[in-house]
Every structure is written in structure tokens, then in C-alpha cells.
């Protein structure tokens, strides 16, 4: 997907713990998103792994 925002992204996140950043990394030239990026939460001890994980795996299946 290279159609995906900043702000979807730390939206999704969002869900887990507090977010402190987010930043996807696009080729410069044609701004197209290269599938992938960083997350960074504001307390790292306040992400709940449990539901990161949960929330991950359910946004790879087909059918979601």
C-alpha cells in the first residue's frame, strides 16, 4: 500500500500505547512510500505487546 499516511499509521498504533511519532519512508524523487517506517511511542512500558501483536496479525490476514 503506498497510498498510506503518517497520520493512518499513527492512528493504528494509537491503539496500544501513546504515540510520539511516526514517519514512513518515501523515495524522494517520486514521493511513492518504500513499505516501511518508524513508530515511536511516548512510554515504551505503556505499549500493551500483547495487543500490538494481536492488532499486527490481524491486519495481515486477506480477508481484513
Known sequence: ???VSEDVVR???A?????KSARLIRDKV???GK???YV???VCRSVQYDHLFALL???ERPDS
Open 30 to 32: 517520486s514521493n511513492v
Open 15 to 19: 491503539q496500544v500505547g501513546e504515540v
Open 35 to 37: 513499505g516501511f517506517g
Open 40 to 42: 515511536a511511542f511516548a
Open 1 to 3: 500500500i503506498t497510498d
Open 11 to 13: 492512528n493504528f498504533f
Open 57 to 59: 496479525a490481524a491486519s
